[in-house]
């Protein structure tokens, strides 16, 4: 085990499999991890930071060394304030690599003394992202197994109730259309 703190940063819109497997493996590797959510205000989150948190901190529960955090800004900037030696970023892919490769060189260029570490996701989850996950839960499909089970029954919620909204503002547009259609017919 390495001694010092590590940063995980992300926005884990949502947690997926392949995330909790890099905090489970970096766990192991670091005297310290720090998940850190990323606050963006330029983005539209599908899930709060407190909903990205509460879910988090249930699956990180057991990890006793994994410490969970939001910061905005500059990661640098935030690895310095909580003293982290090491980024931990994942790599699933090429296409990831390149961006992660310019990603760890300016971060070195600005913070010389921030080491980056690249770790693959097992196997079963390097084709795994949240984007992926929101879009297939989004298109109705099944995201079993791609994320932990408390994140599949919030997708779930949250998607429902959506649905819900959306097919209740659905019935009011048809009810109004109905209703400025009969009053058209009367006139007539």
Known sequence: MNKGIAIY??????PTNGHLDLIQRGSKIFEE???????????????????????????????KNVRLDTFH????????????????RGI???SDYEYE????????????????VFMMPADKYSYVSSRLV????????????????VVELKLREKLDAAN?????????????????KGKEGKRK
């Open 92 to 94: 699933r892919a090429v």
């Open 134 to 149: 929101r879009e297939v839960a989004q298109a109705g499909g099944p995201v079993r197994g791609l994320v932990p089970e």
């Open 101 to 116: 490769l310019q990603m760890a060189l300016m971060n070195r260029k600005l913070e010389p003394t921030l080491e980056t």
């Open 33 to 63: 991890l720090v998940v850190a959510i990323l606050r963006n205000s330029e983005k539209t989150p599908m899930f709060s930071v407190a909903e990205r948190l509460e879910m988090l901190k249930e699956l990180t529960a057991d990890l």
């Open 9 to 14: 940063p992300g926005s884990f819109d949502p």
């Open 164 to 180: 819900r909204l959306e097919e209740g503002r659905l019935q009011a547009r048809a009810a109004r259309a109905a209703k400025h």
């Open 73 to 88: 800004g500059l990661m640098v900037e935030y690895a310095k304030s909580i003293d982290a030696i090491c980024v931990l």
